[in-house]
Every structure is written in structure tokens, then in C-alpha cells.
């Protein structure tokens, strides 16, 4: 299984309970209570379309390109984010006008 098969089957995984939900979309959540999340827990899923993932990744990587040295907890935590998403390359092979005219389409 490639990696984008990967993660296309952790992100098509069960919902987590804490997450908005179609019946409860907006949730309120008060700092003061236990329903907080936890180191390591995940906070959030998102299902994104291919020109989406284009955009985001390009995002990462512009951001991880520029942080220094100083902000090496920041860096480290991007770099997890990306390691989330299908490598460069199946990035760069998503031709991002064509995805805008499938979207525009509808």
C-alpha cells in the first residue's frame, strides 16, 4: 500500500467522539473542563480535495522553509504535519488548473 493509500485510509478512519459531527457541527468548549485534548491525542480531521492538498502542503513547506533555528519546536511540529501528507512528489504531479476547472465544473 503507497503512502497516499495510507493516508487516505487514516483519514477515511472512524470519526473521533470529540470532533464536530454533521448533528453537532459547532461545539462550544470551555478551557475549564476535562474535555480538553491531550498531548498526542488528535484534535481534528480533514478531508481535503486534491487541489486543497496542493495549497496545503505548498503552505507547510513555504512556512518550514522559513523558520529559523530559534524556533526549532515549531519546525519540528510542521514537519510532523507534512510527514501527514502524500510525499513531493505525488504532490507536485496534482495539476492544480485542472483540479480548479473540475471544482468551477461542479
Known amino acids: ?37 491531550c498531548p498526542g491525542e488528535i484534535a481534528f480531521r480533514l478531508d481535503l480535495t486534491a487541489a486543497q492538498l496542493k495549497i496545503v502542503h505548498t503552505a507547510l513547506k513555504s512556512l518550514f522553509d522559513d523558520l529559523g ?18 510525499n513531493e512528489h505525488e504532490i507536485r504531479a496534482i495539476d492544480l488548473n485542472r483540479e480548479l476547472r473540475r471544482t468551477a465544473k461542479g
Open 1 to 37: 500500500m503507497g503512502r497516499a493509500a495510507r493516508v487516505a485510509a487514516r483519514l477515511a478512519g472512524p470519526r473521533h467522539p470529540r470532533l464536530p459531527s454533521a448533528e453537532a457541527p459547532y461545539t462550544v468548549r470551555s478551557p475549564m473542563t476535562d474535555d480538553l485534548i
Open 69 to 86: 533555528h530559534e524556533e526549532r519546536d515549531v519546525k519540528e511540529v510542521v514537519a510532523a504535519v507534512l510527514d501527514k501528507l502524500p
